[in-house]
């Protein structure tokens, strides 16, 4: 059976990887591996870099996600106002537009020179926001007699949250945050702008030198595959193995 | 104990945006002679499971005194953490946690609240485990165990940490006869070997059998009290009359 999978799987890619080069071939598209295999070592450092970012990135929204979602749940207005409106407003504004006003004005506003820095925060602070909603949501999704239960065996409310309710909610969330987290990483591309040489802007300079735009785009999906894939797999398996019938 | 409630009251916001609210409780007094086994019956809705949440330092009134053997029930929120830690609680959904096993469930409250190392901690939850038939389940996760069995387990956690008191809401509710049985033999034991219980329950029979005194709550008051026999052979007021005939026809 798992075999059989397998197979059905590698057809399948086979016959996408074979549509690809059938649109190359319907275009008469000259390839020339030859020149862009001279940068490989630029792709490698601009993956690198989106290695970096991004798992960077991936803490820092995540801290974001849970304290942001503490905060909602809190009794405090003013917390509430603060992470609702910061959630409002990035997920209602391109990423694009946050680079820039973010790097441009704030971050040269605060004397923050390092780029790689500002875009590390600049992308935590974006995916944070989807990430408060989504951890939001797998807080709201535990019982009330959760916690009617870790009080009643006299549990201090940290404790509640630290032993019952963030172990139930980190399985609920799993999913979602492994589909947030995959799409971190392609947001990242989008660090170009701002000038960071990480992947995206590596396989654009290769194009520009080489003129072989397929070849620089075809490895910068495939490097990008390279981390989302593995993403899901990780998941997948996590998901199972906290697996347990509420 | 001896139990004394002055005018209990609780209200809670009306559902929906109205920004009213619904007195369940309109003040409740009881005073207890130095019994072991309070049980506490009643229609549904009637205040029942309110008054037993606020007895059990999950609530707090909105307003009137109680005390347990003369001591006021604190209403700040460490004092009743202390005293949730010092009392036990069953609820009608069982409310065990999900992703620990049921022996996790167990040492949960030893290790955390009660520090004891693991190691002790096991050594205490084996033998009652054993006594209630429960050992060979103890590694299953509660979603594997029938409803009778988690609310044993429940039962268990409450009562591993030596509660002064045992409160139980409603623990029969949502089991079918048969586990009802398993889990009512549970509290007679538990009662016989003299602990000290609060009982919300349906169970007539079983509640005259159990209970030292017996209080009706009904309509958000204690509206009947007395000595097991005499709650059920005399009646003290109509309505209580009407609900015994009915619950025991």
């Known amino acids: 059976m798992q075999a059989r999978r397998i197979a059905v799987h590698a057809a399948v890619v086979a016959a996408y990887a074979g549509l690809i080069w059938l649109a190359a071939a319907r275009v008469d598209y000259a390839w020339n591996w030859e020149g862009v295999w001279e940068y490989r070592e630029m792709f490698l450092k601009g993956w690198l870099a989106t290695v970096v970012i991004s798992l960077a990135a991936l803490v820092g929204s995540g801290l974001i996600g849970v304290l942001g979602a503490v905060c909602l749940q809190s009794r405090s207005l003013v917390l509430e106002a603060v992470v609702r409106v910061y959630v409002e407003l990035i997920r209602g504004t391109p990423l694009l537009v946050q680079l820039l006003i973010g790097f441009y004005l704030v971050a040269t506003a605060i004397g923050l020179e390092n780029r790689y820095v500002a875009g590390a925060l600049i992308l935590s602070l974006f995916s944070g926001a989807y990430m408060v909603e989504i951890f939001r949501g797998g807080l709201a999704a535990i019982p009330r007699g959760q916690h009617d239960a870790a009080a009643a065996i006299g549990l201090s409310p940290w404790q509640s949250f630290w032993l019952v309710v963030l172990p139930q909610a980190a399985r609920i969330v799993l999913p979602p945050v492994a589909g947030q987290l995959a799409s971190l990483i392609k947001d990242s591309s989008l660090l170009s702008v701002i000038a960071i040489s990480e992947f995206t802007l590596a396989a654009q300079e290769v194009n520009s030198f080489t003129y072989s735009s397929l070849e620089s785009y075809l490895p910068l999906a495939a490097g990008y595959l390279m981390l989302t894939l593995p993403l899901s797999w990780i998941a997948g398996l996590l998901e199972r193995r906290f697996h347990f019938e509420a | ?249």
């Open chain 2, 1 to 249: 104990m001896k139990l004394v409630l002055d005018g209990v009251r609780q209200r809670f916001p009306a559902a929906g945006r109205g920004g009213g609210s619904v007195e369940v409780l309109r003040g409740c007094s009881l005073a207890t002679g130095d019994i072991r086994t309070l049980v506490l019956v009643g229609p549904s809705g009637g205040g029942k499971s309110t008054l037993l949440r606020i007895l059990a330092g999950l609530d707090v009134p909105c307003g009137g005194a109680i005390s347990f053997d003369g001591a006021a029930l604190p209403r700040d929120a460490r004092g009743r953490l202390a005293w949730r830690r010092r009392v036990g609680t069953v609820f009608q959904a069982y409310n065990l946690f999900p992703h620990l096993t049921a022996l996790d469930n167990l040492l949960l409250p030893l290790v955390h609240v009660h520090r004891l190392s693991r190691r002790e901690a096991r050594e205490r939850v084996r033998e009652p485990l054993a006594r209630f038939g429960l050992a060979d389940h103890a590694h299953k996760r509660p979603g594997q165990l029938s409803g009778g069995q988690k609310q044993r387990i429940a039962i268990l956690r409450a009562l591993v940490v030596e509660p002064s008191i045992l409160f139980l809401d409603e623990p029969t509710s949502a089991l079918d006869p048969e586990m009802t049985a398993e889990v009512l033999e549970m509290i007679r034991e538990l009662r016989d070997q003299g602990r000290q219980l609060v009982l919300v329950t349906h169970q007539m029979r079983f509640a005259r059998k159990v209970a030292d005194e017996i209080a009706f709550v009904a309509d958000g008051v204690i509206e009947a009290h007395g000595p097991a026999d005499a709650f059920f052979d005399q009646p003290a007021t109509p309505r209580l009359a009407r609900f015994l005939e009915t619950v025991l026809a």
